[in-house]
Structures are given as C-alpha cells and as structure tokens.
C-alpha cells in the first residue's frame, strides 16, 4: 500500500517503478502478483509509457485469463 500511495497520493510514476522494482513478490500469492501487475502498468502509462504498460498487461492476461480488471485497463490503453 505504501508504494501504491506513491502513484495515487504522490502522483510519482517514477518513485512508484523504481519501488517496485526492488520489491520481492511471492510467487504463491496471485492476488499480490495481481495489484502488483496492474500498479506497475498504471505507473507505466503515468510516465508515457503505454507500450510497455499494455506489455505488462498482456502478461498478467496470460496468468490471470478472462480477468475483467485486466482487460478494462487494456482497454484504456487503446
């Protein structure tokens, strides 16, 4: 939550990735792998980075099939 707070209540995209980037995620916990997921493609696309935002997205769409938060974030992105 607290790097999440960094998007929504800092809006820094940037502080937001490089937090990620360093934080280790559970490989047995989907719902983590999840907010994770669409966190780092909503900090993507904050920096102008919606290629890599909608690659993010395709990812997790391949872990977590049919997932209608997923795909309305996809749909943003177009």
């Known amino acids: ?3 999440e707070s960094m998007l929504v209540d800092r809006n ?3 502080a937001t ?9 559970p ?3 989907r719902g983590l792998r999840l907010r994770v997921g669409i966190l780092t493609a909503d900090a993507l696309a904050a920096t102008g980075l919606a ?3 909608r690659a993010t ?7 977590f099939p049919g997932n ?3 795909e309305a974030k996809m749909a943003e992105l177009r």
């Open 27 to 29: 490989e047995d916990d």
């Open 1 to 3: 939550m607290g790097i």
């Open 17 to 25: 990735l490089n937090a990620l980037s360093g934080f280790r995620l």
């Open 57 to 63: 997205l395709s990812a997790l769409l391949e872990q």
């Open 68 to 70: 209608q938060r997923i």
């Open 12 to 14: 820094d995209p940037a």
């Open 51 to 53: 290629d890599s935002a």
